[in-house]
């Protein structure tokens, strides 16, 4: 089953707009990570953020975490096309190397 | 530095017909993942290896599906018979273990059972 679920599932903005996507999760977890996919290619790593973590960023990506909430939100600042892409979140099994993915949110940056 | 390599990058074969999906992790990452991707069940994990051990196979979904690791630079990803529903894209990814940190994910053979 589903550890992380991104919402919303797809996503449209024109360029130099703000882009967020939600993941929430249901277990106890040690981090969360978020993962960038283009189209016809593998994942690709953006950001980790720990469990005794609340915010991290990394240029113009933000990620926050709600432990309490178990749920983490990822910002994507003046967004460009090359941003196009699905959005996954990632969750460990509990201090296991597994990870479990969500099923995505697939943003459009319009030009 | 060269990232996971897998191969092919497509392959369509008839159903019946025996599939090796192969890949080349990062060198000096010591945790290998297989996954398939599809549409209605997203990114599944398959199975897993540490140090060329399989650590958790539970998500091989019959018994028509193999992985092996030989050594520390080279696995593979079998089924036999392939079956029409088999047909995902299959992605391979390493990493450090004991990091919890990010996976590196190959580019995926797309593969389709006619």
Known sequence: ?111 | DAGVIQSPRHEVTEMGQEVTLRCKPISGHNSLFWYRQTMMRGLELLIYFNNNVPIDDSGMPEDRFSAKMPNASFSTLKIQPSEPRDSAVYFCASSLSNSLGPQHFGDGTRLSIL
């Open chain 1, 1 to 111: 089953s589903q550890q992380g679920e991104e919402d919303p599932q797809a996503l449209s903005i024109q360029e130099g707009e703000n882009a967020t996507m939600n993941c929430s999760y249901k277990t106890s977890i040690n981090n969360l990570q978020w993962y960038r996919q283009n189209s016809g290619r593998g994942l690709v790593h953006l950001i980790l953020i720990r469990s005794n973590e609340r915010e991290k960023h990394s240029g113009r990506l933000r990620v926050t975490l709600d432990t309490s909430k178990k749920s983490s939100s990822l910002l994507i600042t003046a967004s460009r096309a090359a941003d196009t892409a699905s959005y996954f979140c990632a969750t460990d099994a509990g201090g296991s190397e597994k990870l479990v993915f969500g099923k995505g949110t697939k943003l459009t940056v319009n030009p």
